[in-house]
Protein backbone atom coordinates (compact mmCIF):
# COMPACT_ATOMS: atom_id res chain seq x y z
CA UNK A 1 0.00 0.00 0.00
CA UNK A 2 2.90 2.43 -0.65
CA UNK A 3 4.49 1.93 2.68
CA UNK A 4 8.15 0.47 2.49
CA UNK A 5 9.57 -1.69 5.42
CA UNK A 6 13.35 -1.83 5.31
CA UNK A 7 15.56 -4.43 6.87
CA UNK A 8 16.83 -1.65 9.08
CA UNK A 9 12.43 -1.34 10.41
CA UNK A 10 12.37 -4.68 11.26
CA UNK A 11 15.91 -4.84 13.27
CA UNK A 12 14.30 -2.39 15.58
CA UNK A 13 10.64 -3.79 15.99
CA UNK A 14 12.50 -6.90 17.19
CA UNK A 15 14.84 -5.24 19.45
CA UNK A 16 12.50 -3.17 20.71
CA UNK A 17 9.91 -5.91 21.34
CA UNK A 18 7.19 -3.90 18.81
CA UNK A 19 7.02 -7.39 17.11
CA UNK A 20 7.19 -10.62 18.75
CA UNK A 21 9.33 -13.64 17.05
CA UNK A 22 9.74 -17.03 18.41
CA UNK A 23 12.99 -17.64 20.38
CA UNK A 24 15.67 -18.52 17.76
CA UNK A 25 14.23 -17.18 14.81
CA UNK A 26 15.66 -14.73 12.60
CA UNK A 27 14.54 -11.40 11.06
CA UNK A 28 12.77 -12.79 8.43
CA UNK A 29 10.24 -14.04 10.76
CA UNK A 30 9.68 -10.81 11.95
CA UNK A 31 8.73 -9.49 8.43
CA UNK A 32 4.62 -10.68 8.68
CA UNK A 33 3.94 -9.46 11.66
CA UNK A 34 5.65 -5.86 10.75
CA UNK A 35 3.66 -6.00 7.83
CA UNK A 36 0.75 -6.48 9.50
CA UNK A 37 1.29 -3.60 11.72
CA UNK A 38 1.63 -1.38 9.35
CA UNK A 39 -1.54 -2.39 8.00
CA UNK A 40 -2.91 -1.85 11.36
CA UNK A 41 -1.58 1.58 11.17
CA UNK A 42 -3.40 2.45 8.06
CA UNK A 43 -6.60 1.10 9.66
CA UNK A 44 -5.60 3.31 12.56
CA UNK A 45 -5.17 6.48 9.85
CA UNK A 46 -8.67 5.89 8.41
CA UNK A 47 -10.78 5.42 11.84
CA UNK A 48 -8.47 7.38 14.31
CA UNK A 49 -9.29 6.82 18.05
CA UNK A 50 -8.18 9.56 20.18
CA UNK A 51 -4.73 10.12 20.44
CA UNK A 52 -3.16 8.74 23.94
CA UNK A 53 -2.21 10.92 26.36
CA UNK A 54 1.65 12.15 26.59
CA UNK A 55 2.17 10.39 29.97
CA UNK A 56 0.73 7.02 28.42
CA UNK A 57 3.30 7.93 25.45
CA UNK A 58 6.07 8.10 27.73
CA UNK A 59 5.38 4.61 29.89
CA UNK A 60 5.10 2.93 26.63
CA UNK A 61 8.36 4.54 25.38
CA UNK A 62 10.01 3.25 28.89
CA UNK A 63 8.41 -0.02 28.45
CA UNK A 64 9.95 -0.13 24.69
CA UNK A 65 13.42 1.22 25.95
CA UNK A 66 13.44 -1.38 28.85
CA UNK A 67 13.46 -4.44 26.57
CA UNK A 68 16.66 -3.18 24.70
CA UNK A 69 18.29 -2.49 28.23
CA UNK A 70 21.77 -1.51 28.34
CA UNK A 71 22.35 -2.03 24.05
CA UNK A 72 19.65 0.95 23.38
CA UNK A 73 22.93 2.99 22.21
CA UNK A 74 24.26 -0.20 19.93
CA UNK A 75 20.37 -0.73 18.61
CA UNK A 76 19.96 3.30 18.20
CA UNK A 77 23.42 3.78 16.12
CA UNK A 78 22.72 0.35 14.29
CA UNK A 79 19.19 1.19 13.24
CA UNK A 80 19.37 5.00 12.92
CA UNK A 81 15.99 5.09 15.18
CA UNK A 82 16.56 7.98 17.64
CA UNK A 83 14.37 8.74 20.80
CA UNK A 84 11.81 10.51 18.46
CA UNK A 85 11.20 7.86 16.43
CA UNK A 86 11.39 5.23 19.46
CA UNK A 87 8.79 7.85 20.77
CA UNK A 88 6.71 7.67 18.00
CA UNK A 89 6.59 3.54 17.84
CA UNK A 90 5.07 4.06 21.70
CA UNK A 91 2.38 6.42 20.04
CA UNK A 92 1.35 4.00 17.67
CA UNK A 93 1.57 0.76 19.74
CA UNK A 94 -1.25 3.08 22.08
CA UNK A 95 -3.04 4.04 18.81
CA UNK A 96 -3.00 0.32 17.30
CA UNK A 97 -4.15 -1.07 21.33
CA UNK A 98 -7.13 1.88 21.17
CA UNK A 99 -8.40 0.83 18.13
CA UNK A 100 -8.52 -2.60 18.78
CA UNK A 101 -10.54 -1.85 21.88
CA UNK A 102 -12.90 0.50 19.54
CA UNK A 103 -13.20 -1.84 16.98
CA UNK A 104 -13.35 -5.30 18.83
CA UNK A 105 -14.22 -4.12 22.45
CA UNK A 106 -12.66 -5.27 25.50
CA UNK A 107 -14.81 -7.37 26.97
CA UNK A 108 -17.04 -9.98 24.86
CA UNK A 109 -20.75 -11.20 25.73
CA UNK A 110 -20.41 -15.01 26.06
CA UNK A 111 -23.62 -17.41 27.10
CA UNK A 112 -23.34 -19.70 29.72
CA UNK A 113 -22.66 -22.53 27.09
CA UNK A 114 -19.35 -20.79 25.59
CA UNK A 115 -18.17 -20.09 28.54
CA UNK A 116 -18.52 -23.98 29.91
CA UNK A 117 -17.33 -25.20 26.54
CA UNK A 118 -14.41 -23.30 27.10
CA UNK A 119 -13.79 -24.94 30.85
CA UNK A 120 -14.52 -28.23 28.75
CA UNK A 121 -11.80 -27.91 26.32
CA UNK A 122 -9.27 -26.19 28.25
CA UNK A 123 -9.42 -28.57 31.63
CA UNK A 124 -5.56 -27.84 31.79
CA UNK A 125 -6.31 -24.18 32.80
CA UNK A 126 -7.98 -24.62 35.82
CA UNK A 127 -6.54 -27.65 37.24
CA UNK A 128 -5.06 -27.52 40.49
CA UNK A 129 -2.79 -30.20 42.80
CA UNK A 130 -3.89 -32.51 40.10
CA UNK A 131 -7.58 -31.69 40.52
CA UNK A 132 -9.81 -30.17 38.44
CA UNK A 133 -11.39 -27.16 39.85
CA UNK A 134 -15.14 -26.85 40.04
CA UNK A 135 -16.92 -24.54 37.36
CA UNK A 136 -18.56 -22.56 39.62
CA UNK A 137 -15.39 -21.79 41.38
CA UNK A 138 -14.00 -20.81 38.61
CA UNK A 139 -16.70 -19.94 36.34
CA UNK A 140 -15.68 -15.95 36.38
CA UNK A 141 -12.01 -16.77 34.99
CA UNK A 142 -13.14 -19.38 32.30
CA UNK A 143 -14.94 -16.02 31.01
CA UNK A 144 -12.08 -13.58 30.79
CA UNK A 145 -10.34 -16.29 29.00
CA UNK A 146 -13.04 -17.43 26.55
CA UNK A 147 -13.33 -13.64 25.73
CA UNK A 148 -10.04 -13.16 25.52
CA UNK A 149 -9.58 -16.18 22.65
CA UNK A 150 -12.60 -14.69 21.21
CA UNK A 151 -11.76 -11.84 20.55
CA UNK A 152 -8.38 -12.78 19.38
CA UNK A 153 -9.81 -15.06 17.06
CA UNK A 154 -11.81 -12.18 15.74
CA UNK A 155 -8.49 -10.02 15.27
CA UNK A 156 -7.22 -12.93 13.59
CA UNK A 157 -9.68 -13.04 11.20
CA UNK A 158 -9.65 -9.48 10.74
CA UNK A 159 -5.72 -9.27 9.80
CA UNK A 160 -6.13 -11.80 7.00
CA UNK A 161 -8.81 -9.59 5.86
CA UNK A 162 -6.47 -6.56 5.62
CA UNK A 163 -3.45 -8.41 4.18
CA UNK A 164 -6.02 -9.54 0.95
CA UNK A 165 -7.23 -6.43 0.57
CA UNK A 166 -4.00 -4.59 0.68
CA UNK A 167 -1.06 -4.63 -1.74
CA UNK A 168 1.85 -6.70 -0.17
CA UNK A 169 5.33 -7.17 -2.18
CA UNK A 170 7.89 -8.82 -0.24
CA UNK A 171 11.70 -8.72 -1.57
CA UNK A 172 14.40 -10.49 -0.37
CA UNK A 173 17.90 -10.88 -1.36
CA UNK A 174 18.50 -13.50 -3.65
CA UNK A 175 22.08 -13.96 -2.55
CA UNK A 176 24.45 -13.31 0.78
CA UNK A 177 25.43 -9.77 1.68
CA UNK A 178 28.88 -9.01 -0.28
CA UNK A 179 28.28 -11.84 -2.89
CA UNK A 180 29.10 -10.71 -6.68
CA UNK A 181 26.27 -9.80 -8.92
CA UNK A 182 24.31 -12.50 -10.63
CA UNK A 183 24.83 -12.34 -13.57
Do not use: C
Not at 88 to 109: K, M, P, S, V
Not at 111 to 140: C, S, W
Not at 145 to 152: L, M, P, V, Y
Request: hydrophobic share 40%.
Amino acid sequence: NGEVLTLTDVKAAVALGVVEVPAGAGEADAIEPLIHRQLVLAEVARFAPPEPAEADVARETVTLTARVGSQLAAVMESTGIDEARIRDIARDNLRIQAYLDQRFGTTEQLTEEEVAQYYRIHPDEFTRNGKLMPFTQVEPLARVRAGTERRASQVVQWMRDLRARGEVAVMFPTQPPGAPPER
